[in-house]
């Protein structure tokens, strides 16, 4: 599961989970509210994931 494989907070995937959700909503229901606070959440939350996902150690070629 990748939340505790990253070892990151719940408030990284709350974040990540809401931003999906209202993708969803504005898809299927034409319906988006975005402010400046969550875009600016988002890119912190991403941020964070690709530091952790990085540092990680490369994958087995037997794995590939």
Known sequence: MLP???SL???VWRVLSKCHDMRNR???EG???V???LVSDLISACRRVAEKVRS???IPE???
């Open 4 to 6: 505790d494989t990253l």
């Open 9 to 11: 907070g719940p408030d």
């Open 26 to 28: 504005a898809e299927y």
């Open 31 to 33: 319906a988006l509210d």
């Open 35 to 37: 402010d400046d606070r």
């Open 56 to 58: 990680m150690p490369p």
């Open 62 to 64: 037997t794995l590939k």
